[in-house]
């Protein structure tokens, strides 16, 4: 199922890989999280699930707080072995990489990719501020 090859259509009962929106992706992020506090085993998937938890609080919050959160998300789903756990940390780590799209798209102009790469690039510890 899924995308049919060759077009640009859908199969009908496949979720599609479009991002939430941004009043969903919290929500979803939270369900996410908290299942996966409450499954987790293991001390360091949970100290990670606790950080990114932490920095999703703060919905003022800056992109720089968002990449560290995808961060820890990520270290999270690389630890994990697959099943339930791993797909809930894939599903909140989605949900983490859009809030950082969203934040960085908000302190750049409309329509300037550069701007938006080199503020992305800043907050993800790619390049520094004077650059």
């Known amino acids: ?47 990670c699930i606790t950080y990114t938890s932490e920095r999703k609080e703060n919905p003022k919050g800056s992109p720089e707080l968002a ?3 995808l961060n820890a998300i990520s270290r999270a789903v690389a630890s994990c072995p697959s099943g339930v756990l791993w797909d809930l940390l894939a599903s909140a ?3 983490v990489r859009d809030n950082l799209i969203w934040k960085t ?5 409309f329509n300037d990719h550069h701007a938006f790469c080199n503020c992305l690039l800043q907050a ?6 004077n650059s």
Do not use: W, Y
Request: net charge positive; with cysteine; glycine share 10%.
């Open 124 to 129: 993800t510890g790619n390049i520094d501020s």
């Open 93 to 95: 780590e989605k949900c």
């Open 67 to 69: 990449a560290a959160a």
């Open 105 to 109: 798209q908000l302190l750049t102009p």
């Open 1 to 47: 199922m899924g995308r049919v090859p060759g077009t640009a259509f859908r199969l009908p009962g496949r979720a599609s890989s479009r991002s939430r929106s941004p009043r969903q992706a919290p929500r979803a992020l939270g369900k996410a999280l908290e299942k996966g506090l409450a499954i987790s085993c293991d001390e360091d998937i949970t100290r």
